[in-house]
C-alpha cells in the first residue's frame, strides 16, 4: 500500500497525536510505503519551523527522518484541481507515486474524495484500513 501523508498529518503527530504517530511509523516500519514529495518535505519543514515554532535543528532532523524513509519522488504531472491551490502537490505525488492513498484532515481536499484512482480518506479511516490488513 502506497500513501501520501498531508502535511497536517506529519504536524498533528509533531504535537503528540497518537492516533497520527501510529500512522507515521507504520510508514517508518516499512508497514505502507510512504510517499512523498520534495515540495510536500520543504513545506512540513516551514510549518515546524514558522507555524509551531521548533529550532532549526528538530526540524531538521524530522526532515531526515522522513526523507530517509519516504519514498522520495519529483512529481512527472502539475495538477490544478483542488480548491485550495496549495494542496494541489500532493494529488501531484500521490499520482506520479502510484499512490492508493492520501491521507488528511483538510476538508480541501477530503471534499474530492477521489482523484484518478487515488482516494482521500482521513487519519482514522486510514488506520482501520491498514489495522484490518494482514
Known amino acids: 500500500m502506497r500513501v501520501v501523508f498531508d502535511t497536517n498529518?506529519?504536524?498533528?503527530?509533531?504535537?503528540?497525536s497518537r492516533m497520527a504517530r501510529r500512522a507515521l511509523v507504520m510508514a517508518y516500519r516499512k508497514r505502507v510505503t510512504g510517499v512523498i514529495s520534495y515540495e510536500a518535505?520543504?513545506?512540513l519543514t516551514t510549518v515546524l519551523r514558522g507555524g509551531?515554532?521548533?529550532?532549526?535543528?528538530?526540524?531538521?532532523?524530522w526532515h531526515q527522518r522522513i526523507s530517509s524513509?519516504?519514498?522520495?519522488?519529483?512529481?512527472?504531472?502539475?495538477?490544478?484541481?483542488?480548491?485550495d491551490p496549495s494542496d494541489d502537490k500532493?494529488?501531484?505525488?500521490?499520482?506520479s507515486g502510484e499512490a492508493d492513498y492520501i491521507v488528511s484532515n483538510d476538508?480541501?481536499?477530503?471534499?474530492?474524495?477521489?482523484?484518478?484512482?487515488?482516494?482521500?480518506?482521513?487519519?482514522?479511516e486510514f488506520l482501520r484500513i491498514v489495522e484490518k490488513a494482514p
Open 9 to 16: 498529518v506529519f504536524v498533528s503527530a509533531a504535537l503528540g
Open 41 to 43: 518535505l520543504v513545506e
Open 52 to 61: 509551531i515554532g521548533w529550532d532549526d535543528n528538530l526540524a531538521y532532523r
Open 69 to 83: 524513509r519516504f519514498h522520495m519522488i519529483h512529481p512527472s504531472v502539475q495538477v490544478d484541481v483542488c480548491r
Open 90 to 95: 500532493f494529488l501531484a505525488c500521490a499520482l
Open 107 to 124: 476538508h480541501d481536499l477530503l471534499d474530492l474524495k477521489e482523484f484518478a484512482s487515488v482516494k482521500i480518506i482521513t487519519l482514522i
